[in-house]
């Protein structure tokens, strides 16, 4: 039988671990509350470029039109006093014969829907410091000649809507809907870039995305559908 001394022990050291696992889950949770502060990104358009092309692989249907094309425009907001490092690129993950050693992916746009995980294309651009309190747009896409002709992401896409009828617009708008969108960076790729800075001293005062950021769709939630003639209307009406 144990003593009260060992019982009293005991309980003491259970207290202890409790109340520094419990510290740890308050710190980690004010991190990242404070990284959500700090940026915060908004889907403010979705456009679906539409035509009445079809590959030889779809079916065409008189009178019918496919999407051949899925534009994404995003707002990066800093909340901040400091200026914002953000990026994404994508094409390398996509085009495995470029070589980004010297540029890095930076960050993926996601979009999420049940057991679909699709990377959204951006292409590599100017990382370079945005102002305080400023907002940045960045676009990403969906389209069939950025696809991977190793691991094809976006003609299956295309074609599985290109081939559900000629309700195909209502059926993509709930997909999209019902999807949620996410940033994740890619830490190694901030800190090298971070570490390309001539001036060290300036880096403590930089932002840069250290979590995931949810994305949030804008309310009411719409898409606008054109076409390659410049017509565009906006989905539900």
Request: glycine share 6%; proline share 4%; hydrophobic share 40%.
């Amino acid at each position: 039988m144990k003593s009260n001394k060992e019982i009293v022990s005991f309980i003491s050291t259970g207290i202890i671990k409790r109340f520094c696992c419990f510290t740890f889950f308050i710190m980690l949770l004010m991190h990242t509350y404070a990284q959500k502060s700090e940026i915060s990104i908004g889907l403010e358009i979705l456009t679906v470029v539409q035509s009445d092309f079809r590959p030889l692989a779809l079916h065409k249907v008189k009178g019918d039109t496919i999407p051949v094309r899925v534009s994404f425009e995003f707002f990066v907001m800093n909340h901040t006093d400091k200026p914002l490092l953000f990026g994404s690129n994508t094409r390398h993950y996509y085009k495995r014969n470029w070589d980004n050693s010297s540029y890095g992916e930076i960050g993926r746009f996601l979009m999420i829907n049940g057991t679909d995980s699709i990377a959204l294309y951006t292409d590599y651009g100017s990382l370079v410091l945005s102002t305080p309190k400023d907002t940045v747009a960045y676009w990403a896409s969906i389209e069939s000649v950025e696809d991977s002709k190793i691991h094809p992401v976006f003609v299956p896409f295309l074609r599985h809507w290109g081939n559900s009828g000629k309700d195909w617009i209502g059926k993509l708008y709930n997909y999209f809907k019902d999807s949620r969108f996410v940033y994740i960076p890619i830490l190694s790729d901030y800190r090298r870039r971070l570490g390309e800075f001539e001036d060290k001293s300036i880096i403590e005062s930089i932002v840069y995305p250290r979590e995931v950021i949810e994305i949030k769709k804008r309310e009411p939630f719409f898409i606008c559908i054109s076409d390659f003639e410049g017509n565009y209307y906006f989905y539900p009406k």
